[in-house]
């Protein structure tokens, strides 16, 4: 990918988090202190890249979407933050620091996390963006909300959970995945595709490639948890087998979960087509996910 402009969007995304996360206005800042921990932790922000980069293909400017590229970078936080909980995933590492609740205390950690997600819907209903084209503004919220909601990431998390000690068949883990790492994805290509004003093919294209990188990415972090660098990643690897989980190496073998992700990644870059030669970025970026070592 071109490096400098994945790095002027990431500047520009993680200096938009330093000053839209909010400000404690009283004497006990430790919500505030664990929402910003959470959220300035080391992310690879790949939600609002994809945010931003949707945007600028769709013909609209990135800047409009800087609000909400960040708010979903805020959710995708918050889920990370409640996923580590001891009610939850347990861990005390996320990107090799000490998890939200480790740092701040459970309590605290739960609290950090409801607010990440309301003032990620504050944050996109005062946007520039959504003052002057209200409808606009509501149709991101609609997006967002389900993609997160009970149907959507959390839904994922249901299966999850009701998956646990046992072995699930491949459409079930796809059915998963799609919800509890795919819906966050391909809500960012959309929140972009509305804010520039895209049309039906446009939108279509970018769905069709938020879905095969949504699952190519989850493939890849199964491959991880059983071949990466727990240095690298920050957070143990074979947690996976540890707890029995049915996963794309468990179901395929490795090989078999390599070549999927490969295909998917192939698959991903042949939907941008309608966009010629300006889908660079979007191209790169899923041959990077694939390549990615945490
Ligand atoms: C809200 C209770 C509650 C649970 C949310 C979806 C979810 C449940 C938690 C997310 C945890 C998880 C492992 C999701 C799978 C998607 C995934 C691989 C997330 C990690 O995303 P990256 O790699 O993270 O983009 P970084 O650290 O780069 O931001």
Not at 228 to 241: F, M, N, Q, T, W
Request: proline letters at 3%; charged letters at 20%.
């Amino acid at each position: 990918m071109d490096d400098t402009r994945v790095d002027v969007c990431l500047q520009q995304i993680n200096a938009a988090l330093e000053w839209l996360l909010p400000v404690c206005d009283y004497d006990e800042p430790v919500v505030c202190d664990a929402m910003r921990y959470s959220v300035q932790g080391g992310g690879k922000r790949i939600r609002p890249l994809l945010v931003l980069e949707s945007c600028r293909l769709c013909g609209g400017m990135p800047e409009t979407a800087i609000e909400a590229a960040c708010a979903l970078e805020m959710i995708h936080s918050y889920s990370l933050v409640h996923d580590d909980l001891p009610c939850m995933d347990n861990d005390d590492l996320r990107r090799g620091k000490p998890s939200c609740h480790k740092q701040f205390g459970e309590s605290y950690a739960l609290l950090a996390g409801d607010a990440l997600l309301t003032e990620a819907f504050y944050l996109i209903s005062t946007a520039p963006f959504a003052k002057a084209e209200p409808e606009k503004a509501l149709r991101v919220i609609a997006l967002l909300s389900a993609a997160a909601g009970a149907n959507g990431m959390i839904g994922g998390q249901v299966i999850d959970l009701a998956s646990e000690g046992k072995q699930i068949p491949l459409a079930r883990l796809q059915q998963m995945d799609a919800k509890k790492t795919g819906a966050l994805i391909r809500a960012a290509c959309q929140m972009g595709a509305v804010i520039a004003g895209a049309g039906d093919t446009q939108t279509a294209a970018l769905c069709a490639y938020a879905d095969c990188i949504g699952q190519a990415f989850q493939i890849v972090d199964d491959i991880l948890d059983v071949t990466g660098d727990a240095a690298v990643l920050g957070k143990p690897i074979g947690s996976d087998a540890a707890n029995e989980k049915s996963t794309y190496v468990s179901l395929l073998g490795l090989e078999g979960a390599k070549a999927q992700a490969k295909a998917l990644t192939e698959d991903a870059i042949a939907h941008l087509a309608v966009f010629g030669n300006d889908a660079q970025f979007l191209q790169t970026l899923a041959g990077d996910l694939l390549k990615r070592t945490f």
